[in-house]
């Protein structure tokens, strides 16, 4: 086997464009032009960590946000007892974790806005 080429990519590919003008990304292979939001996003398949596009997650996976599994593919993140976002699983939503983790109502919901505020 021999190595023909590899890809490094850091986070400075990423930040100084994402979420701007759409300007900013044009012709840009690491972002893409939203329609919705009319600015850089990550492309299809990948999410923002919060410092560079990554791929999203396959079955199984460790997940750490709500977004970085691959919903295509029918995965969720699900969250602990603690809150905690923990692994990517299929057909499981939120709600159902919720329920099954036996949390308080008040504090499920308000974990679940606040976690949602955020990707936006």
Known sequence: MSIVGSVVLSASLYASMYNQSCSACQE????????????????GNSYWNGSMCQLKLFQNAACRQIDACRS?????????????????????????IFAY?????????????DKVEMMF
């Open 72 to 96: 295509d593919l029918n995965l969720s993140c699900i969250i602990n007892s603690y809150g905690e976002f923990t692994q990517c699983l299929i057909g499981i939503n939120l709600f159902t």
């Open 101 to 113: 983790e036996k949390l308080n109502t008040d504090k499920i919901f308000h974990f679940f806005f």
């Open 28 to 43: 840009n292979r690491y972002q893409t032009c939203s329609s919705t939001t009319n600015a850089c996003q990550c492309p």
